[in-house]
């Protein structure tokens, strides 16, 4: 393949320029213009290839660009500018401040979301973001966001879900304990509930038997979230939920 100085100086002999004197200043003109567009086209691609990996490794506007910022914000702690690869970075990467537990990304119409919730030190459940936490985490995530894409942050109290149940047992099995192990597997499942995910009245129905010894059936109906009446399944706004205070006096316990 002709290089890009041959093609010059084939080029100027096509245009007329053939005059055998001449040929050294052609040779010159040619290299140096050559050399020149040489340079320039490795420099963009080099300028290509560099853009390429940085979008691959970081991977800039997908979920897991997002959300792994959200997860690595230090709450009370400023970002710096790394000198060698000018990310914005911590000094020290303290997880102790790290009060993001859960976060979600979501693309909604070409509308950027990104939900976040942070947990209860004493009960471990989650939490919304208080406004100091929530105007830090807010001019911390401006960092990431892409020029012109900005995200919308979610944080907020997690949906309230209100059900009556019928929880069929075997009559041999002591009651008291029965319901005691009940309320436990009602915590297991909200804390294994995916944030983010739909909630499936039919998953809650199969877990409470598969995991209450004695259960025969647990029946489900009559649910609301935040006293909206839903069917089979329903989504979160707030990407996590909780239960009335008053779930368990919900369930009507029948013996066989």
Same mark, same amino acid.
């Given at each position: ?10 080029? +100027?002999?096509?245009?007329?320029f053939?005059?055998p ?16 567009? %040489? !340079?320039?086209v490795?420099?963009? !691609? ?10 691959s490794?970081?991977?800039?506007g997908?979920?897991?660009?997002y959300?792994?910022?959200? +997860? ?8 710096? #500018? %790394?000198?060698?690869?000018l ?10 401040k790290?009060? #993001? ?9 070409s ?5 976040v919730a942070a947990?209860?030190? +004493?009960?471990?459940?989650?939490i919304? +973001? ?8 807010s ?14 942050? #979610?944080?907020? %109290?997690g ?7 019928t ?12 319901? *005691? !192990? ?11 509930f ?13 877990? #409470?038997?598969?995991?209450?010894p004695?259960?025969i059936d647990?029946?489900?109906?009559n649910?609301?979230?935040? *006293? ?10 707030a ?10 006096? !919900?369930?009507?316990y029948?013996?066989?």
């Amino acid at each position: 393949m002709a290089t890009t100085q041959e093609i010059i100086q084939g080029n +100027l002999i096509a245009l007329g320029f053939d005059n055998p004197s001449a040929t050294a200043i052609y040779n010159k003109i040619a290299q140096s213009v050559g050399l020149t567009v %040489d !340079n320039t086209v490795s420099e963009i !691609n080099n300028t290509v290839n560099i853009i390429t990996d940085i979008i691959s490794t970081q991977r800039y506007g997908k979920t897991g660009y997002y959300t792994s910022s959200a +997860l690595a914000f230090q709450y009370g702690d400023n970002l710096i #500018i %790394d000198p060698v690869t000018l990310d914005n970075v911590y000094v020290t990467i303290d997880v102790s401040k790290q009060i #993001i537990k859960q976060a979600a990304f979501e693309n909604i119409l070409s509308a950027l979301f990104i939900k976040v919730a942070a947990q209860d030190s +004493l009960t471990g459940d989650l939490i919304a +973001l208080t406004t100091p936490q929530y105007n830090a985490f807010s001019a911390y995530f401006v960092n990431f966001e892409i020029p012109g894409l900005p995200v919308s942050i #979610i944080s907020i %109290d997690g949906n309230v879900l209100n059900f009556q149940a019928t929880a069929t047992y075997f009559a041999t099995y002591d009651l008291p304990t029965l319901q *005691t !192990n009940l309320s436990a597997a009602l915590q297991a499942f909200k804390a294994a509930f995916p944030f983010n995910g739909d909630f499936y009245t039919g998953q809650l129905m199969d877990y #409470i038997v598969n995991n209450v010894p004695g259960m025969i059936d647990f029946y489900v109906y009559n649910t609301t979230i935040d *006293t909206v009446p839903f069917g089979g399944s329903v989504n979160l706004a707030a990407g996590y939920f909780n239960y009335i205070s008053t779930i368990l006096t !919900n369930i009507t316990y029948t013996a066989v």
